[in-house]
């Protein structure tokens, strides 16, 4: 059966409802929710969530259901119509209106237009369609502008309710912090999860609230993440003691010493080894299948090379990733010229949220946003080590570099 179009209620009313229940999920977001996560991606996934887009008719593409028993000798004729948007803006009667709405079937994408007793006359029923068309199109005219209208006061809206949360939720994280005492855990959060200790472990916890039927999903604690860090920085000063036993070493080599280095301190499921080689430049750490934590290795062959090894680094990488390394070996002189433009290009890439500090040397430290996920955000340490290269170990100098030679990129 056809019910009649905008006749549901008043649309003025459906759109002040619609900004209540803006307001009320801004109040339901919780405050950890709006303190870890861009503001400007807040307000953009709410604004993108209650947007309206009114239906749009595509009349050309309309058809006509071979199954609603018209024969010669007329009678029911359906017509269905392909229309793009919110199927809901049917039911509402703009501001103004007609006193006889045109009625239809409303279904997934199509209105289905109904007309009985109609005759054999072609040009009387291309007339009778056409009109009912044009009835639906004047009305959905009045709903465009009204849902035009809401929409520009949405993103308003949201940008100040979410604006006005966040500011509460710092003020009673500032007023928590300030009062020194321990925070008492709740129990509604999933507890965090970790390896059985056998040689040091990494921790993996829960990266987010998952569905009550779903496991928490893994993520590397934070200490260990700066734990495995200072683990591979601590080559650099290898590195810097004993330089001819690295000059000769290539980018694979390099890879595999770090390996070695981070299996020695941590261990992990029944392989062994918590860090493995992954495709040719990973070194990754998994729980139960999953990464946890992935590091790209790239030899400095200018600012381009680091702007792609991060754009690589973040392709690898699944919602689940949080925290993430990019290994950067210059074999260049020119040390200190590379650590001055390693900042500089992670302003530039195109995710670039913020800076963030780093407790070590010849480290930098980002916040990215996820490029194909605005709402997800990445931490990436960039760790820069200057790698000695030597033509010979007879053309060595007393400190390993190159003599009367010019370094390789």
């Given at each position: 059966m056809s019910d009649a179009l905008f006749a549901q209620g008043v649309l003025f009313d459906f759109l002040e409802n619609r900004k209540k229940t803006?307001?009320?999920e801004v109040g339901s977001i919780t405050?950890?929710?709006?303190?870890?996560?861009?503001?400007?991606?807040?307000?953009?996934?709410?604004?993108?969530?209650?947007?309206?887009?009114?239906?749009?008719?595509?009349?050309?593409?309309?058809?006509?259901?071979?199954?609603?028993?018209?024969?010669?000798?007329?009678?029911?004729?359906?017509?269905?119509?392909?229309?793009?948007?919110?199927?809901?803006?049917?039911?509402?009667?703009?501001?103004?209106?007609?006193?006889?709405?045109?009625?239809?079937?409303?279904?997934?994408?199509?209105?289905?237009?109904?007309?009985?007793?109609?005759?054999?006359?072609?040009?009387?029923?291309?007339?009778?369609?056409?009109?009912?068309?044009?009835?639906?199109?004047?009305?959905?005219?009045r709903v465009t502008a009204e849902g035009e209208t809401f929409n520009q006061e949405l993103q308003t809206l949201v940008e100040g309710a979410v604006k006005r949360r966040r500011n509460e939720a710092l003020t009673r994280a500032n007023l928590v912090r300030s009062l020194e005492i321990p925070i008492r855990r709740r129990q509604d959060v999933p507890v965090t999860y970790s390896f059985p200790v056998r040689r040091r472990r990494p921790v993996v916890g829960s990266s987010t609230v998952p569905a009550a039927t779903s496991p928490p999903e893994p993520s590397l604690a934070m200490a260990d993440y700066e734990g495995i860090l200072r683990m591979i920085a601590s080559l650099g000063t290898c590195v810097e003691r004993s330089p001819r036993a690295f000059a000769a070493m290539n980018e694979e080599d390099l890879r595999w010493l770090c390996l070695v280095i981070l299996n020695a301190h941590y261990e992990g499921g029944a392989v062994g080894e918590a860090f493995s080689y992954s495709g040719k430049t990973d070194i990754l750490i998994s729980e139960n299948g999953r990464s946890v934590f992935v590091a790209e290795c790239k030899v400095w062959q200018g600012p381009a090379s680091l702007s792609n090894a991060v754009g690589q680094l973040l392709?690898?990488?699944?919602?689940?990733?949080?925290?993430?390394?990019?290994?950067?070996?210059?074999?260049?002189?020119?040390?200190?010229?590379?650590?001055?433009?390693?900042?500089?290009?992670?302003?530039?890439?195109?995710?670039?949220?913020?800076?963030?500090?780093?407790?070590?040397?010849?480290?930098?430290?980002?916040?990215?946003g996820r490029p194909d996920d605005p709402g997800q955000e990445i931490i990436v340490t960039v760790l820069a080590f200057d790698v000695p290269v030597l033509a010979s170990p007879e053309a060595a100098s007393s400190d390993g570099r190159q003599s009367g030679t010019t370094a390789a990129s």
């Open positions: 803006v307001r009320v405050e950890h929710e709006l303190l870890t996560n861009d503001e400007d991606d807040v307000c953009a996934a709410l604004t993108d969530k209650y947007h309206l887009r009114a239906p749009v008719l595509k009349a050309d593409e309309k058809r006509i259901d071979p199954g609603d028993g018209y024969g010669t000798g007329g009678g029911r004729l359906r017509v269905w119509i392909p229309f793009e948007g919110d199927s809901v803006l049917f039911g509402y009667r703009p501001n103004e209106w007609r006193d006889s709405p045109p009625s239809a079937i409303v279904g997934a994408g199509e209105v289905g237009l109904t007309f009985d007793h109609v005759g054999t006359d072609a040009t009387a029923i291309k007339r009778d369609i056409a009109g009912a068309i044009y009835e639906i199109g004047w009305h959905l005219e392709s690898y990488l699944t919602w689940r990733d949080t925290k993430a390394a990019i290994l950067l070996f210059s074999r260049r002189k020119s040390f200190s010229r590379v650590l001055a433009v390693v900042p500089d290009v992670l302003r530039r890439h195109s995710t670039f949220r913020r800076e963030t500090p780093v407790p070590m040397e010849n480290a930098f430290r980002v916040v990215l």
